[in-house]
């Protein structure tokens, strides 16, 4: 890294004219993460009020006391200095709303000697997700979902054609809508095509449309999926579902952005981004036989892969409470810590479709606003889920009774499978207190 370098008021003064220059919000910093100089739009953005020369750049972004890349989180400044060239990363940056998702990009400002001076960061918010519960877009902040969303800003702007690759249930419709939304087709349609079960009669139809009286019961001209896609987005949607034989006429589509109506003889250009997505591995099923390898390469020019929810489990909360907002937008529910112990065990093969539909089962089944194990199905929330709570009552460790009696209640409430009445008799205390105590594990 470089050794510091003082700058007179006068350099400072003419970095900041620089900086106005550019619209978004912009900082320079030097190499020991000092705030040489912002622009205006990063002082309406990102400031607190206070003056900004000369205070740590992960303060400001954080509140921070230690460089981010020492807190755990990545470091644009340390990136680029580490690199020496420009870098781009998708960095989660203090707001006077919270923490939201920004697109940093950072160049490096070297002097005579070929020494980097400081480093000018770019910051522009992005639309894709937030970090915060939010019941209409994407939520998260964890690396694996970070890496997600930075995929989807580079890919977005440009025509490039995406695979989204990921089991069932990790979201691949939303990441689909994202990338169209960011894109320069974002006011054009986005259609998707449910390619599991298009049978060999249907395929042509639904995708190219048919004329009057091409086939039986063709008893009116229908536009194809491809048409209505005019100008925007095809999405198709589990991809390694198509059949060996119809694979030839999309890999036709998209070589030669061409297609005919089924009974027409006049060839119509298409005109559409194409994303693809899918649960199977499609280089293996090359390897088999089963996808052809031409197609392949066509659709796989940017994979994103979405994590699974088990790789993002500290995104759990915070999906809870963005879930719980869409599933009931006028009435405020909450999970016990119980209840979020058991989630947090729980490995989700159905992922957030699953997560989900636990969360609109428990909301049909607890009386108030509070979700409780209880509201969990079994295997949700099983016996081997409680054991990972056992009492630490065998390691020696001194503990409050208080916390004690908490643990038990979590263990014992994971495990009952019976109503409140009979779980406080087998207790031993009156349905009102077990019903305190439970509200003081909620707090």
Excluded at 64 to 77: I, M
Excluded at 406 to 425: C, H, M, P, T
Aim: glycine letters at 6%; aromatic letters at 6%.
């Amino acid at each position: 890294m470089s050794k510091p370098i003082r700058f007179s008021e006068r350099a400072q003064t003419e970095v900041t004219g620089i900086l106005d220059v550019i619209g978004a919000p912009a900082v320079a910093i030097t190499p020991d993460y000092r705030i040489l100089a912002a622009n205006q739009a990063y002082r309406d953005t990102y400031g607190d009020g206070s003056p900004l020369h000369n205070r740590a750049c992960y303060e400001v972004s954080h509140r921070y006391t230690v460089p981010c890349d020492r807190a755990g989180e990545s470091c644009p400044l340390a990136d680029c200095l580490a690199s020496g060239r420009k870098q781009r990363v998708l960095h989660l940056h203090h707001t006077p709303r919270g923490e939201e998702h920004v697109d940093v990009e950072t160049y490096p400002v070297r002097n005579d000697e070929g020494e980097i001076s400081y480093v000018i960061e770019i910051m522009r918010e992005t639309r894709t997700a937030s970090s915060r519960a939010d019941a209409n877009s994407m939520v998260g902040r964890s690396p694996a979902f970070n890496r997600m969303v930075e995929l989807i800003n580079r890919v977005a702007p440009a025509e490039t054609a995406a695979l989204l690759q990921g089991e069932s249930g990790t979201g691949k419709e939303l990441v689909a809508r994202a990338i169209h939304d960011n894109s320069p087709r974002s006011d054009k349609p986005f259609v998707v095509v449910e390619c599991s079960g298009l049978t060999e009669s249907l395929f042509e139809s639904e995708l190219f449309g048919h004329e009057r009286g091409a086939f039986t019961g063709a008893h009116a001209r229908k536009i194809g999926l491809v048409e209505a896609a005019e100008g925007g987005t095809l999405f198709l949607d589990e991809v390694g579902d198509v059949p060996l034989s119809l694979q030839v006429k999309l890999l036709r589509l998209l070589e030669t952005g061409t297609y005919r109506r089924v009974g027409s003889v006049e060839p119509r250009e298409a005109n559409f981004r194409l994303i693809t997505a899918t649960h199977r591995d499609l280089q293996t099923m090359v390897t088999e036989g089963s996808f052809r390898r031409d197609l392949f390469y066509r659709i796989s020019t940017f994979p994103i892969a979405l994590p699974a929810l088990e790789e993002r489990s500290e995104d759990l909360p915070l999906l809870i409470e963005s879930l719980l907002s869409r599933l009931s937008p006028n009435r405020t529910y909450s999970v016990a810590p119980a209840t979020l112990a058991c989630l947090q065990q729980y490995r989700f093969p159905g992922n957030i479709r699953e997560l989900r539909n636990i969360l609109e089962r428990a909301i049909l089944l607890t009386d108030d606003e509070v979700i409780l194990p209880e509201h969990l199905s079994a295997e949700v929330c099983d016996s081997e889920t409680a054991s990972n709570h056992k009492l630490p009552l065998d390691t020696g460790e001194i503990l409050p009774l208080e916390e004690i009696e908490g643990r038990y209640l979590i263990q014992v409430v994971s495990k009952f499978r019976g109503d409140r009445d009979s779980l406080a008799e087998k207790l031993g205390i009156s349905k009102r207190t077990l019903f305190r105590k439970l509200q003081n594990l909620r707090a």
